[in-house]
């Protein structure tokens, strides 16, 4: 699998490596955000969001795990399972059908899903350096390799 490495500096660069990413997405695709509680997950979502006009707010979907977006023809789903806990709420709540080949999601706290969830074509790892954050991109799947080949640049 791919990886690379990069430094932000300040909320701006982890905005810019949002719209970078906004570029490359494509349908299908099941991204993981990793790192401690400001670590910057909510930030780079909304820095892919506002690359793809959507123009209302971002925040993270604490209580209600899931928000849906429809951007430039995409069907986007930003979850935040920070406060997940019953395995049962899972399939109560749809969640499974939201993984699927014409949408895009973008999972912050994939831990606590474990099993649940489909495998990740990216994890993205983010933490604190200095004032800034570092930034570990890794492609585990073909699509995901394709897709960060040109981030890299
Ligand atoms: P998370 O979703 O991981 O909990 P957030 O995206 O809410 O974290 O970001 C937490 C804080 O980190 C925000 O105040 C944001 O402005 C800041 N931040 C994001 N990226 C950077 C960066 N590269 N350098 C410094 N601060 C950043
Ligand atoms: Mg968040």
Do not use: M
């Not at 983010?126 to 073909?142: F, K, S, Y």
Request: aromatic share 8%.
């Amino acid at each position: 699998p791919d990886d690379f490495t990069l430094t932000l500096p300040d909320e701006a660069a982890t905005l810019a490596l949002g719209a970078k990413l906004a570029q490359v997405l494509v349908p299908g695709l099941n991204i993981y955000l990793h790192g401690d509680l400001g670590a910057g997950k909510t930030t780079l979502v909304r820095g892919v969001l506002h690359a793809l006009g959507h123009t209302g707010r971002v925040k993270s979907p604490t209580y209600t795990l899931v928000e849906p977006y429809v951007v430039s023809t995409l069907n986007l789903y930003h979850f935040d399972l920070y406060r997940f806990i019953d395995p049962e709420e899972w399939d109560a709540a749809g969640f499974r059908d939201y993984f699927n080949p014409e949408s895009l999601c973008l999972v912050e706290w994939p831990e606590k899903a474990q099993s649940l969830l489909p495998a990740p074509d990216i994890d993205i790892h983010l933490h604190a350096e200095g004032q800034g954050r570092r930034v570990l991109i890794t492609a585990n799947t073909d699509s995901g390799n394709q897709c960060i080949a040109t981030l890299n640049t």
